[in-house]
C-alpha cells in the first residue's frame, strides 16, 4: 500500500474535527487498530465492512492486515472526503460508502464470507448491532468496539446486574467473546468511558430462532417490568401468562433477570 500522511494530518487537512452528535471518538493508534484487525482472523477472502471509519485508523489496519475488499460505510460526507487518498492507495481494495449503515443490506455488500469489524459510533451502536442480529445469516462473524458498559451488557449471565434483552437477543443469536479494553487516552477526544471489543460468533442455524421478533417481544415485556413477577410482566403478551410459564417448567413468580436465554426462547417460541 501507497505512503499516506500521519492520521492527525488527515484529520487536520480535512477539518474532520470529532462530533458529538455523530457519536464520533477516533482511534489514531495504529498498534491498537491492528490488534483489532487481526482478532477478525483471516482476511484474505469474502468482504469485510466497515461502519465508521472516521479518518481511516481501522481502515489502514484492515488493509495492512492483508483484507482482500474492504467496504467502509461512512454517514459523514467529510470522512469520506478524508478517506478518498487512502482509497487510491489501496489500489482497488476499499470501497467507500456513504450511508447510513441502519439502511443497507449487508448481503448486497460484498461477496461472502462477510465480515463487520468496527469501532462503532457510541450514539447507534445497540440500534446496529440489533439489526445486524437479525441478518445474521449474512455474517460469518462481527468484531466490534462499544462502551464498556455495552459490552458488559452483551456478555452478563443471568442473575448478573447487566444482564437484560441486550443480554438474551446476542447470546442467543451467536457466541459472545469479550477480548479486550482500550482506555479513553487512546481516542481523539478521549471519551468519559472505557471501551471494549467484543467478538460475536453467530450460533449454527439449527440452534437460533428463524425470526428474532417472538424473543424481542417477550424479553421487551419482561425486562420492561424487570422489578414484577413474569406473570405480571408478561399479562401484555399471554392471556394466561402464569398458564404459560407454567405449562414450559418456568416459576410465574420468577423475575426476567432469573430466566437464561434458553428459557426466553421456550416463552418466544410459545407465541
Same mark, same amino acid.
Given at each position: ?88 492507495? &489501496? ?7 456513504? &450511508? ?6 449487508? &448481503? ?23 439489526h445486524w442480529l437479525h441478518h445474521i445469516a449474512d455474517v460469518e ?8 458498559e455495552v459490552a458488559d451488557r452483551l456478555s452478563a449471565p443471568p ?83 402464569a398458564a404459560t410459564l407454567g405449562n414450559l417448567g418456568l416459576a ?17 417460541? &410459545?407465541?
Amino acid at each position: 500500500m501507497a505512503a499516506l500522511p500521519p492520521l492527525r494530518e488527515t484529520i487536520a487537512a480535512h477539518g474532520l474535527d470529532a462530533r458529538k452528535r455523530l457519536g464520533q471518538h477516533f482511534l489514531l493508534d495504529l498498534n491498537l487498530t491492528r490488534r483489532i484487525a487481526r482478532a477478525a482472523g483471516a482476511l484474505g477472502e469474502g468482504t469485510t465492512i466497515e461502519v465508521g471509519p472516521g479518518p481511516g485508523g481501522l481502515t489502514r489496519a484492515l488493509l495492512l492486515e492483508g483484507a482482500r475488499r474492504v467496504v467502509a460505510i461512512e454517514l459523514d460526507p467529510r470522512a469520506i472526503a478524508a478517506l478518498r487518498d487512502l482509497e487510491h492507495a &489501496a489500489a482497488g481494495r476499499l470501497d467507500l460508502v456513504q &450511508a447510513d449503515a441502519l439502511g443497507l443490506d449487508i &448481503a448486497a455488500l460484498g461477496a461472502p464470507p462477510r465480515r463487520i469489524v468496527a469501532n462503532l459510533p457510541y450514539n447507534v451502536s445497540t440500534p446496529l448491532l440489533v439489526h445486524w442480529l437479525h441478518h445474521i445469516a449474512d455474517v460469518e462473524q462481527m468484531v466490534l468496539m462499544f462502551q464498556k458498559e455495552v459490552a458488559d451488557r452483551l456478555s452478563a449471565p443471568p442473575r448478573s446486574r447487566d444482564y437484560g434483552r441486550l443480554s438474551v437477543l446476542a447470546q442467543h443469536v451467536c457466541a459472545v467473546h469479550r477480548l479486550f479494553d482500550i482506555s479513553p487516552s487512546a481516542f481523539v477526544p478521549p471519551p468519559k468511558v472505557t471501551s471494549s471489543v467484543v467478538r460475536l460468533v453467530p450460533r449454527p442455524a439449527a440452534l437460533r430462532l428463524p425470526e428474532l421478533a417472538p424473543l424481542e417481544r417477550v424479553t421487551a415485556a419482561a425486562f420492561g417490568q424487570r422489578r414484577k413477577m413474569l406473570r405480571g410482566a408478561l399479562a401484555g403478551v399471554f392471556a394466561d401468562p402464569a398458564a404459560t410459564l407454567g405449562n414450559l417448567g418456568l416459576a410465574p413468580t420468577a423475575r426476567a433477570e432469573e430466566l437464561s436465554p434458553a428459557e426466553f426462547v421456550r416463552l418466544a417460541q &410459545a407465541l
